[in-house]
């Protein structure tokens, strides 16, 4: 399981170093490496209906196979989870965000037992070409995150995702 193209050679690429955002050209430069990031790492990159399971564990199940995972997902393990969740949420897309970071972190449980060092990671969602309204998860190790975050290519995830983050912070989690 080892994404394609390393984070590195997308900066290398891209002409993205410490102080690239202050390039006249920084957010083309954002939007060509972030369309391979996100080709190439992105999760759960499908859509299903909140309450199709079905649908979801099958998308979910495809893209990790695409990413080089053989994450055990269960239906009845979301099923309870969506049961936790549909009596104080509101809305499919909310219930869907809870799904995706459920089966997030338990795919971040699974490859640490695997002791790998990629883990999938939240971000903000406004990035060109992506819909605002879907969240961004990423494989990616924490160096790279850390690059990327510091790099300004990428930015902290907010709402529902923080939860599910590994990284996320006690204060962070407060504020949904």
Known sequence: MQPRTPVKALFDAHGIGPN????????QRRAQLLFTLLKERAFPDGWWHGDDLESAVRVMQGRFADLGLVAPLDLKDLQRSARGHVV???GEDVLRR????HVVREAN?????LERAHR???????LP????????????TADERTQLLAAGVLHLASGIERRYDPIATPKLEEED
């Open 20 to 27: 690239a955002s202050r390039l006249p050209d920084f957010e």
């Open 129 to 140: 070409s992506w819909n605002p309204a879907e969240p961004v998860w990423l494989l990616l």
């Open 109 to 113: 449980g699974f490859l640490a037992g």
């Open 98 to 101: 809870h799904l995706i970071g």
């Open 120 to 126: 999938f990671y939240a971000f903000a969602s406004n």
């Open 88 to 90: 104080q949420l509101e």
